[in-house]
């Protein structure tokens, strides 16, 4: 129904919208406006009342707004957050493990169907609800349960190997933590979340402002 | 000198050139071309040049390219690497404990002067190398200890209360792990690190990807 394209900008707010209709929900209100989203959320409306009428099939009531609970319907579809897609996550260090407690994924739409790592004293070990496998087996175990995404939390000079057994293991997208840059085929999805270089961003536009005020 | 405005996107492409400039600077390399970096971190090759000409001083010289150790230099001066900032950890959760174990900032200019909770569990105990201070003197720490920095791994229903704090101490930059949208005044720079809007950005690429092939 709604192809509508929708830039990453727009997607990456959607998860706000859906919590805090959530929260409303939960708290018995019926309708909302595009206006009361986006003060509560303190975005520009014209963009919140856009980025809703992308994924929403109804228009909102004149002076009454949308249904709380068919706008969460919307997003979800939209999102896809209830076609469930099974992901792994390699590595369980300080950074796996802090992704295999973090609590937001739940409603994301993802399940963690296995957590591997190759170190032989955390193989066979329970963490965050997981029994670590052995990452010998990662692509042989996501070829047979049709996994989907791969999570690459390991050090950045492995990261590549582990990023090439998903790709055999027929991974059709990848999150990847690892400071390193990996190379995909054409049709894998590769997503980098490199927090050395958003630290830097963050540093650098410190620095310019800092200079601004001298 | 090089007062160039450069985007988001170059300066996060940066660690990535200092992380590979300094790997063959140990291998004993004396020269490196624009070309070559290009290739060794997969990224289109003219947008490379643009990025080494936005900080470089000298330009390469043909056929031999840019002296590895000036470049490292120019790199280091143009983000601000060699003009440490002091940041604060707020939150030693999953999170906040996997970022205190995270070795990628060492090399970013940045040094985490303290680290709080408000758990009276935790508060006292050595994690990672410090020693959690009480969140109720977040505020005061930084405004005696001139901290520019503040990093927030809260729950989201708290990031509010600890944000505020930290501009109430001074801190200039805040960067949010918490998925809640902060409100900060006008002249106080806010990142935002949403993990769970990066994974639907992921999702949906994915299922707009499978759609695609049906």
């Known amino acids: 129904m709604n192809e509508t394209i929708v830039s990453r900008q727009a997607l990456s707010r959607m998860p706000a919208y859906l919590q805090y209709l959530h929260m409303i929900d939960k708290l018995g209100r019926a309708f ?10 303190r975005l520009n409306p014209i963009q919140v009342r856009k980025d809703i009428a992308a994924v929403s099939k109804k228009p909102g009531k004149p002076m009454v707004g949308f249904c709380v609970k068919e706008l969460i319907r919307d997003f979800n579809e939209f999102l896809a957050y209830e076609n469930v897609k099974d992901a792994v996550l390699v590595g369980t260090g300080a950074l796996g493990s802090a992704l295999l407690n973090y609590s937001g994924f739940s409603g994301c ?6 957590v591997f790592d190759k170190d032989p004293e955390k193989i066979g070990k329970r963490i965050g609800g997981h029994t670590v496998s052995d990452a010998g ?20 000079y492995v990261a590549q190997g582990v990023c090439d057994q998903l790709v055999a293991g027929g991974v059709r ?8 840059h990996l190379s995909v ?23 310019e402002r800092l200079e601004q005020k001298q």
Do not use: H, M, Y
């Open 32 to 41: 909302v406006t595009a206006t009361e989203v986006a003060e509560a959320l």
């Open 109 to 114: 739409g993802i399940r963690l169907a296995a």
């Open 137 to 156: 087996e990662l692509a042989g175990f996501c070829r047979k349960s049709g996994i989907l995404i791969g999570i690459v939390a390991v050090p950045d």
């Open 173 to 180: 997208a990848i999150w990847n933590f690892a400071p390193a």
């Open 185 to 207: 085929p054409g049709d894998v999805i590769l997503q980098n979340e490199n927090l050395v270089a958003s630290l830097t961003v963050l540093s650098k536009r410190l620095a």
